[in-house]
């Protein structure tokens, strides 16, 4: 049951900041998406918040000496308040360029390479991270070492990586299907 770490906006990954099978803790940077797109829409809309402030105020010195003011007054504070929205998903949009773990654990994917420079879409998955308490194992067995295994039967797995020290656990879901792997 591992964190889903995915894409909060659309993008291309600029950086990955930690390793492959690093822990991390919540908070933490991992992924900066490219943000020079949406660094420049923010700019732009910060400049028509002031044109459009410089319009109200207009407007505003405008209404009280005439009436065609007035109605410009309403529209010029619509226009404000839409280019205020405007700004403010602007900032929204860059502040989902950088991308942190939600929880601690280890930092799952292959490798840094394959990810920088790629485009993502939201909600594309990037990485995950893994509660290094929580282990599953994947068993392949060649076809003249099936055996027949049932959900919760015990299991002892001896890694290559430290074969003196096994994993201990319980089959979760046999598969009764031989598929070529």
Same mark, same amino acid.
């Given at each position: 049951?591992?964190?889903?770490?995915?894409?909060?906006?659309?993008?291309?990954?600029?950086?990955?900041?930690?390793?492959?099978?690093?822990?991390?803790?919540?908070?933490?940077?991992?992924?900066?998406?490219?943000?020079?797109?949406?660094?420049?829409?923010?700019?732009? @809309?910060?400049? +028509?918040?002031? $044109?459009?402030? *410089?319009?109200?105020?207009?407007?505003?010195? /405008?209404?009280? =000496?005439? !009436?065609?003011?007035?109605?410009?007054?309403?529209?010029?504070?619509?226009?404000?308040?839409?280019?205020?929205?405007?700004?403010?998903?602007?900032?929204?949009?860059?502040?989902?360029?950088?991308?942190?773990?939600?929880?601690?654990?280890?930092?799952?994917?292959?490798?840094?390479?394959?990810?920088?420079?790629?485009?993502?879409?939201?909600?594309?998955?990037?990485?995950?991270?893994?509660?290094? @308490?929580?282990? +599953?194992?994947? $068993?392949?067995? *060649?076809?003249?070492?099936?055996?027949?295994? /049932?959900?919760? =039967?015990? !299991?002892?797995?001896?890694?290559?990586?430290?074969?003196?020290?096994?994993?201990?656990?319980?089959?979760?879901?046999?598969?009764?299907?031989?598929?070529?792997?």
């Amino acid at each position: 049951r591992p964190s889903i770490v995915s894409a909060q906006a659309d993008g291309v990954i600029e950086t990955v900041v930690v390793d492959p099978s690093s822990t991390v803790a919540p908070g933490a940077v991992l992924v900066r998406l490219s943000d020079t797109t949406l660094r420049n829409r923010m700019d732009v @809309a910060q400049q +028509e918040v002031i $044109v459009a402030e *410089a319009r109200a105020r207009q407007a505003t010195i /405008l209404a009280f =000496s005439d !009436v065609k003011g007035r109605h410009e007054l309403g529209l010029a504070e619509a226009e404000l308040a839409l280019k205020r929205a405007e700004l403010t998903f602007a900032r929204d949009l860059l502040g989902k360029t950088v991308i942190v773990a939600p929880t601690t654990g280890i930092a799952v994917y292959t490798d840094r390479r394959s990810l920088v420079g790629k485009p993502v879409v939201t909600g594309e998955r990037i990485m995950e991270i893994a509660n290094p @308490a929580e282990v +599953e194992a994947r $068993v392949d067995l *060649a076809v003249p070492d099936a055996i027949a295994l /049932l959900p919760d =039967s015990y !299991v002892r797995i001896f890694l290559d990586a430290d074969p003196l020290r096994p994993l201990e656990g319980r089959v979760v879901r046999p598969d009764y299907r031989a598929r070529p792997s």
